[in-house]
């Protein structure tokens, strides 16, 4: 069965600090992978989209890693700021003929000042 | 661009009650989906559409209907309102399909509570 796993459920840093928010999917055939923000109350943002062939992206203080081989995946938050507090999401499409998109369950994350 | 809104932003119903959710995007996207999101649980996919007149089932379609009879809005409906469907549905909109890597916008969520 196709899933994606997210650890840990949630985490509490103080601002400024760094932090790793690791995802695992079962996937396959696998075509991209997501990281998306959502503050509560909000729906998802983009936050990246990583093809197979990319191990790396980054977007401001966000960066994303893929290792296709493990299947593995983690979101990389340097400098935290309040801002950061939400849930972060990590989502894996197929790469098959019909529509899917499997969605983990998020790490909540709470910085404070 | 207002991007992907959804009307309303709360509701609550009764049991055996009827409503739709309606939901627009200006960004002349061809793909639009229904989700709902309920704690500790990924988002699941009710239906999806991938062009005007065009709808199909996703992961949990059962008591839900939809439409799509314009290209910019995607329409959610309940018949008949079951507590079992007390979430926050989210409606979103790509360019084309997210398996090519397009991508996905959000719009800020309904919630709705079932009595």
């Known amino acids: 069965k196709n899933q994606v796993e997210q650890s840990p459920q949630s985490l509490i840093i103080l601002e400024g600090k760094n932090c790793t928010l690791q995802c695992n999917y079962t996937v396959s055939p696998f075509s991209n992978l997501r990281w998306y923000k959502q503050d509560t109350g909000r729906g998802p943002v983009s936050l990246t989209i990583?093809?197979?062939?990319?191990n790396t992206k980054s977007n401001g203080r966000y960066t994303a890693t893929l290792d296709a081989d493990t299947k593995q995946s983690s979101l990389h938050i340097t400098a935290s700021q309040l801002s950061d507090s939400a849930s972060y999401i990590c989502?894996?499409?197929?790469?098959?003929?019909?529509?899917?998109?499997?969605f983990g369950t998020g790490t909540r994350l709470k910085v404070l000042a | 661009n207002a991007g992907v809104t959804q009307t309303p932003k709360f509701r609550v119903l009764k049991t055996g009650q009827s409503m739709t959710l309606l939901c627009a995007q200006d960004m002349n996207h061809e793909y639009m989906y229904w989700y709902r999101q309920d704690p500790g649980m990924g988002l699941r996919l009710i239906h999806y559409s991938v062009g005007e007149g065009t709808t199909a089932k996703g992961e949990v379609p059962d008591g839900y209907n939809v439409s799509r009879l314009k290209k910019q809005n995607f329409l959610l409906g309940l018949e008949s309102a079951a507590p079992s469907q007390t979430s926050v549905y989210f409606c979103?909109?790509?360019?084309?399909?997210?398996?090519?890597?397009?991508?996905?916008?959000f719009g800020p969520g309904t919630r709705l509570t079932v009595t």
């Open positions: 990583m093809t197979f062939s990319e």
């Open positions: 989502v894996v499409s197929e790469a098959s003929g019909t529509y899917k998109y499997i």
């Open positions: 979103a909109s790509s360019y084309s399909t997210v398996a090519l890597a397009y991508e996905q916008y």
